[in-house]
């Protein structure tokens, strides 16, 4: 596979798994960083920009898709959203640097959009975020390799 694959095929991954779709990126990245399939630093910069890129689609549909809630295909279903924005309103902007997590990152990242975040804000502490979980990806395999 090329790197330019190899690069694209990472960026697709992260994005997709920072939307509502159930991926798993870090598994990739794992994967390429221990097949030596560019430099770390890159991968992880892609990674990230991947991840956040499409946090930020869910934060643009937050924005947009609030009067859809109570449809049958909207993929948040009530009690999920309303314990994201429960926690979004304790913990305010700064929930966000749990973007990276599974389970509830998504849904925090849609809610900041419903709630209005900032989108400097919003890119600011996700990015954080997803830079630090990649890198902390990174470390751990460079340790243990």
Avoid: C
Wanted: glycine share 6%; aromatic share 10%; hydrophobic share 55%.
């Amino acid at each position: 596979m090329s790197d330019l694959a190899v690069y694209l095929t990472l960026f697709g991954t992260a994005f997709a798994a920072a939307t509502l779709l159930p991926l798993q990126s870090e598994a990739l990245l794992v994967g390429l960083l221990l097949a030596d399939a560019g430099s770390p630093l890159l991968l992880v910069a892609i990674a990230s920009a991947g991840n956040v890129l499409g946090s930020t689609v869910n934060w643009i549909l937050g924005r947009s898709i609030q009067h859809f809630r109570d449809r049958s295909w909207f993929p948040v279903k009530p009690p999920q959203m309303e314990r994201a924005e429960g926690w979004y309103r304790r913990w305010g902007k700064w929930s966000l640097l749990l973007s990276w997590m599974p389970v509830i990152g998504d849904p925090l990242t849609v809610i900041a959009g419903v709630l209005r975040e900032r989108l400097t804000t919003f890119l600011a502490l996700v990015t954080i975020a997803k830079v630090a979980r990649y890198t902390l990806v990174a470390a751990a395999v460079a340790a243990l390799a």
